[in-house]
C-alpha cells in the first residue's frame, strides 16, 4: 500500500464500515430496550392496579377470580409480542395460557418461590418474565418468549447487512474518485518536482482552491523564482565568460604589440629614431594596458562601493569637467554649451566621473566643427543632458553600449574607441547614487544621454 490513493480509499472504507456498525450497533439495542421497556409496562399495567390487587386481597385458593383476570388481560400481555401466563401452586403449574412444554426455573421465579422479590431485569438474562407471590403456595407467573424480538433483530440485522454492503459499495466508489481528482494534483507535483530536479521548470496547473491548489500555486511561485535565478545564475556566469575574454582580448593586443616590438628592437639593428619610434609604441601600449586595468579596478571597486551625500551645483561641476577636455575639442574644433542650473544631494566624484565619461565619448564621437550641449535642470526630478550632433549609435548597437569593452564601431581604432569601459563605469556610478543613465540616438544625426536623478538626491538641499 505503497499509493496514496489505496490508502485514502483504504481509510474511507473503513471509516464508513465503522459508521455504519456503530449505527446499526446503536439500533439493535434500542430495539432491545424498547422491547424490554414495553415488558414492564404491560406488567406494570396489568399487575399493578387496583382490580389486581383487590384481587389478591380477596383471594381464598380460588383461582377462577385470577384465570378470568389474566384471560382478560391477554390482549394487553400480548400486543406485539408473544407472553405466556401461569398459576402455580407450591411450584407446580396448575393453570397456564400455553399447552404443553416445560417451564424454565428463572432467577425471578425462583425468588418469589422462595418467599422473595421479581427483580431481576438484565438485558442478558435467560428469560424476560415476572414472578408475584399471592400467599399460601400460589404464584402468577409471566413469561415472555422473546420471539417477536429475535424476530424484529433477524430482519434488522438483515436490513443493516444490506445497507452495510451498499454503503461500503458507494464508499469505495465515492473515494475512488475522490482520491483520483486529489491525487491528480499531487501526481502532477510529483512530476513538477522531478523535473525540477533535472532542470526543467514547467507550471502545474492549479484546477482547485482548496490546499492542494494552494500548494499547487506555492509550487509554482518557487518554480519560477528558482527559474528566474536559474537565468539570473546563467547571465551572470555568461557575463563572467565574456567578461574574461574580453580583457584577455583587450589584453593581448597591446601585449602582443610590445612583444613584437621589443623582439624587433632586440633582433635587428635599427637607427636612433626608429628606436624611438618603437619604443614610444611600446610605451603607449604599456600606458593603454595600464588604463585598462586602473578602469577594471575601478569598476570592481564601484561595485562595492556606496554613494557618499554632499551638496552639488551641477551647473558648476559640468563647466569643470568641460574644462579638463578642452585641449581633446579644440583639436577637433568643437563647441561645448552648458545651460541651465540646479543643485542636488548626492555624491560628488561619482557624478563627475558619469559626466567625464559622457563628454568624453561626446568628444570623441563628435564630427570635427561640430558641437555639444550640456543642459542641467533642477527640476523634479532633476537631470543632466549631453547631446552632440555626431555620428550617432546604430539601433542595434543601443541595447550593448552599456556592456563592458562593447564598441558600437567595431572598424574604429583603440585610440579612437577607447577601452569600452567608460559607459560600463558610468552606468554603475548611476546604479550606486540611484540615478537612471539612459540613451537615444539616431544612425548618422545625434546621440543623446541623459541622467535622470530620483527623489533622494534632492532631499535635504
Do not use: W
Not at 427483580?119 to 414472578?131: H, V
Not at 563572467?240 to 593581448?252: T, W
Amino acid at each position: 500500500m505503497k499509493k496514496i490513493s489505496t490508502k485514502l480509499n483504504l481509510a474511507m472504507l473503513l471509516v464508513t464500515a465503522a459508521v455504519l456498525a456503530f449505527v446499526g450497533a446503536a439500533l439493535i439495542i434500542n430495539i432491545m430496550l424498547g422491547y424490554y421497556r414495553n415488558f414492564e409496562r404491560t406488567v406494570t399495567l396489568v399487575f399493578e392496579n387496583e382490580r389486581f390487587f383487590n384481587i389478591c386481597r380477596g383471594f381464598d385458593g380460588d383461582i377462577s377470580p385470577l384465570l378470568e383476570y389474566l384471560e382478560a388481560s391477554d390482549s394487553v400481555l400480548n400486543q406485539n409480542s408473544q407472553r405466556d401466563y401461569y398459576i402455580l401452586k407450591d411450584g407446580n403449574v396448575i393453570k397456564s395460557s400455553r399447552t404443553g412444554g416445560i417451564l424454565k426455573m428463572t432467577s425471578n421465579l425462583k425468588q418469589v418461590l422462595d418467599g422473595g422479590y421479581s427483580t431481576d431485569r438484565d438485558l442478558t438474562s435467560d428469560a424476560l418474565d415476572f414472578a408475584f407471590s399471592l400467599g399460601d403456595g400460589y404464584t402468577v407467573y409471566v413469561v415472555d418468549t422473546r420471539g417477536e424480538l429475535f424476530s424484529q433483530l433477524r430482519d434488522v440485522s438483515l436490513l443493516f447487512l444490506q445497507a452495510l454492503l451498499f454503503g461500503v459499495a458507494l464508499a469505495a466508489l465515492l473515494s475512488f474518485f475522490i482520491s483520483k481528482r486529489l491525487t491528480a494534483s499531487i501526481k502532477k507535483l510529483e512530476k513538477g518536482a522531478r523535473d525540477m530536479s533535472r532542470g526543467q521548470f514547467s507550471e502545474i496547473e492549479v484546477k482547485t482552491h482548496d490546499e492542494i491548489g494552494s500548494l499547487c500555486t506555492v509550487f509554482n511561485e518557487m518554480g519560477r523564482q528558482i527559474q528566474n535565478d536559474f537565468d539570473e545564475f546563467e547571465r551572470a556566469e555568461r557575463a563572467q565568460r565574456e567578461f574574461v575574454a574580453n580583457v584577455s582580448h583587450e589584453l593581448k593586443t597591446p601585449l602582443t604589440v610590445i612583444k613584437s616590438y621589443s623582439q624587433t628592437l632586440r633582433a635587428m639593428e635599427v637607427d636612433r629614431d626608429t628606436q624611438k619610434r618603437f619604443l614610444a609604441t611600446v610605451d603607449s601600449e604599456a600606458d593603454r594596458m595600464a588604463g585598462i586595468v586602473g578602469q577594471l579596478l575601478y569598476l570592481s571597486k564601484l561595485e562595492q562601493q556606496s554613494a557618499v551625500r554632499e551638496e552639488i551645483d551641477l551647473f558648476k561641476l559640468c563647466g569643470d569637467v568641460a574644462d579638463t577636455l578642452k585641449i581633446e575639442s579644440d583639436k577637433k574644433g568643437l563647441t561645448v554649451y552648458i545651460t541651465g542650473g540646479g543643485s542636488i544631494v548626492s555624491d560628488r566624484e561619482l557624478i563627475r566621473t558619469i559626466i567625464y565619461n559622457l563628454l568624453s565619448n561626446a568628444v570623441k564621437y563628435s564630427l570635427p566643427g561640430g558641437e555639444i550641449s550640456v543642459r542641467v535642470s533642477g527640476e523634479e526630478p532633476p537631470f543632466i543632458t549631453v547631446h552632440d550632433n555626431g555620428q550617432g549609435i546604430a539601433p542595434e548597437d543601443i541595447e550593448h553600449i552599456f556592456e563592458r569593452f562593447y564598441r558600437a564601431d567595431k572598424s574604429r581604432g583603440r585610440d579612437t574607441g577607447g577601452t569600452g569601459l567608460g559607459l560600463a563605469i558610468a552606468k554603475e556610478s548611476a546604479r550606486i547614487i540611484g540615478a537612471e543613465l539612459t540613451v537615444k540616438s539616431r544612425k548618422g544625426q545625434f546621440t543623446e544621454f541623459t541622467l535622470k536623478f530620483s527623489g533622494e538626491n534632492t532631499q535635504n538641499k
